[in-house]
């Protein structure tokens, strides 16, 4: 099992930037894949990006490629998610998830062995 734990959110005109974290703790990360989606009032759940734990290997959603990167420390057990160029349509709780490695396709379903409580982000026009 492993626990998630999301910070970095608030308040920024669009435009601006924001990194958010996610502090992992509990078993090893070896093998794993952990990412970042987002939830928007009224939508579901969607992939925003997602990194490979052993090789840094990194895959983003079309919507934020070019804008949002994914990167790990490996020494603090955290993963990142820098925004930049952020837009109000970026607006969403975003969560943190983490689970054994299966595929890119695994990586960015939803079917997710480890979730965090999520951090908003709110992006203001």
């Known amino acids: 099992q492993v626990q998630l734990v999301e910070s970095g959110g608030g308040l920024v005109q669009a435009g601006g930037s924001l990194r958010l974290s996610c502090a992992a703790s509990?078993?090893?990360?070896?093998?794993?894949?952990m990412g970042w989606f987002r939830q928007s009032p009224g939508k579901g759940r969607e992939f925003v990006a997602a990194?490979?734990?052993?090789?840094?290997?990194?895959y983003h959603s079309d919507s934020v490629k070019g804008r949002f990167t994914i990167s790990r420390d490996n020494a603090k057990k955290t993963v990142y998610l820098q925004m930049n160029s952020l837009k109000p349509e970026d607006t969403a709780v975003y969560y943190c998830a983490a689970s054994p490695y299966g595929g890119w396709a695994r990586a960015s379903s939803l079917n997710q062995d480890n979730w965090g409580q999520g951090t908003q982000v709110t992006v203001s026009s």
């Open positions: 990194i490979i734990w052993n090789s840094g290997n990194t």
């Open positions: 509990g078993r090893t990360l070896s093998s794993y894949t």
